[in-house]
């Protein structure tokens, strides 16, 4: 794998980058070996890492984000001790420590030597990570469906729909104890395909953390969106997207003016 990975990597690509790319692969192989393990049947994909790999969103990621849609058959410590022996066949050793005390069930996978064996570090022990995390209480409204993906490898991933990505997305834009840069690039993308999102979906989310029904709906979106986005810190959502960016100059989107212009007119109606 290692040299599948060298692969990927080009002479003119930064070291940003190449870690990037080094993680994404990583990425890919575990949703690999989720699709192998029959594990979709469970699990819907969702989050940022969704966009990028089904949508081909121009950052990248560093989780891969998880709803539980099927109970029966479901045990995450079993899961990540696939994962953790599967990424060995493949000649990776991945240290994992399952959490399991909290609804969202998470793990950190280190890989110990993939740095140094591709070339991006002098330390043999400096660690690759990528963090995997699951709901296992969701919100309802989420509607799913299964697409083939072909990069790297070929398979079928099960994942929410475009308008149940948007509806989870604004739910962690708006609805996070802070605001990532992350989140609010991927909302500019979701502006930019005037993508509605599934409101039974959101408003069941907000519900769910917030203990009170907004009724969001497409009457009342635009008014909501200008009035968070005016209370949020552009410069720190730069600040937490830029080195996750293929271009940097689409920092320059994260604008609060040009953001609320985009709002108006993507609502105009």
């Given at each position: 794998?290692?040299?599948?990975?060298?692969?990927?990597?080009?002479?003119?690509?930064?070291?940003?980058?190449?870690?990037?790319?080094?993680?994404?692969?990583?990425?890919?192989?575990?949703?690999?070996?989720?699709?192998?393990?029959?594990?979709?049947?469970?699990?819907?994909?969702?989050?940022?890492?969704?966009?990028?790999?089904?949508?081909?969103?121009?950052?990248?990621?560093?989780?891969?984000?998880?709803?539980?849609?099927?109970?029966?058959?479901?045990?995450?410590?079993?899961?990540?001790?696939?994962?953790?022996?599967?990424?060995?066949?493949?000649?990776?050793?991945?240290?994992?420590?399952?959490?399991?005390?909290?609804?969202?069930?998470?793990?950190?996978?280190?890989?110990?030597?993939?740095?140094?064996?591709?070339?991006?570090?002098?330390?043999?022990?400096?660690?690759?990570?990528?963090?995997?995390?699951?709901?296992?209480?969701?919100?309802?409204?989420?509607?799913?469906?299964?697409?083939?993906?072909?990069?790297?490898?070929?398979?079928?991933?099960?994942?929410?729909?475009?308008?149940?990505?948007?509806?989870?997305?604004?739910?962690?834009?708006?609805?996070?104890?802070?605001?990532?840069?992350?989140?609010?690039?991927?909302?500019?993308?979701?502006?930019?395909?005037?993508?509605?999102?599934?409101?039974?979906?959101?408003?069941?989310?907000?519900?769910?953390?917030?203990?009170?029904?907004?009724?969001?709906?497409e009457g009342n979106l635009k008014d909501f969106l200008l009035e968070r986005i005016a209370k949020v810190d552009f410069s720190a959502l730069?600040?937490?997207?830029?080195?996750?960016?293929?271009?940097?100059?689409?920092?320059?989107?994260?604008?609060?003016?040009?953001?609320?212009?985009?709002?108006?007119?993507?609502?105009?109606?």
């Open positions: 794998m290692i040299e599948a990975i060298r692969q990927q990597l080009t002479g003119n690509m930064g070291q940003e980058e190449k870690l990037n790319r080094t993680r994404e692969f990583l990425q890919l192989t575990a949703l690999k070996i989720i699709y192998d393990k029959n594990y979709f049947k469970n699990l819907s994909f969702t989050g940022g890492t969704a966009l990028r790999i089904l949508f081909d969103l121009r950052r990248f990621s560093e989780d891969l984000d998880f709803s539980l849609i099927e109970k029966k058959g479901y045990d995450f410590v079993k899961l990540v001790d696939m994962l953790s022996k599967e990424y060995e066949l493949f000649g990776l050793k991945a240290d994992a420590k399952p959490k399991t005390d909290r609804t969202v069930n998470s793990v950190m996978l280190k890989f110990p030597n993939v740095l140094k064996e591709v070339g991006l570090s002098a330390l043999k022990d400096q660690k690759l990570s990528i963090k995997l995390e699951i709901d296992t209480n969701p919100p309802a409204g989420g509607q799913v469906l299964t697409t083939l993906i072909n990069k790297v490898y070929m398979f079928n991933v099960t994942h929410f729909e475009l308008p149940s990505l948007f509806a989870t997305k604004l739910h962690a834009c708006f609805f996070r104890k802070y605001a990532k840069g992350r989140d609010f690039y991927d909302l500019v993308w979701y502006l930019g395909r005037k993508t509605v999102p599934n409101f039974i979906l959101l408003n069941n989310a907000i519900k769910q953390t917030q203990g009170n029904d907004l009724g969001m709906n730069r600040h937490d997207v830029e080195k996750f960016l293929e271009d940097k100059t689409e920092l320059k989107l994260l604008d609060p003016v040009w953001l609320k212009n985009t709002i108006e007119t993507v609502y105009s109606s």
